[in-house]
């Protein structure tokens, strides 16, 4: 099985619409435990990347402009590039998204 990438897209200050929200790395590292917990032994790779000085890479870079001229609400998750939360993520739908790759609960 291929490990799946997620990417986390936040930044240090909350978004103002987000402010009674976890911030963008507690939401990265809630993500990881939790598909951790959910997918034992099945490979993925979880990626924080701060919107505002990303790495050195061009997909996080454009992705990164992405959030902050489209004004999504991060923290922005995606699943292999798809975008499956914004804001508040609902792990369902991250769930979902991972089963499509053939991801199976335990």
Known sequence: MK?????????EVTCPSCVN????????EWLEAAIGRKYPEQPFTITYIDIHSPPEN??????????IEEDLFYPVVTVEGTIVGEGNP???????ELEKYGYKAV
């Open 3 to 11: 490990p799946i990438e997620l990417c986390v897209y936040g930044a």
């Open 21 to 28: 929200l976890p911030s963008s790395k507690e939401t990265y």
């Open 58 to 67: 061009d997909v996080f870079k454009e992705f990164s402009a992405r959030v």
């Open 90 to 96: 609902r792990l369902k739908d991250v769930y979902s």
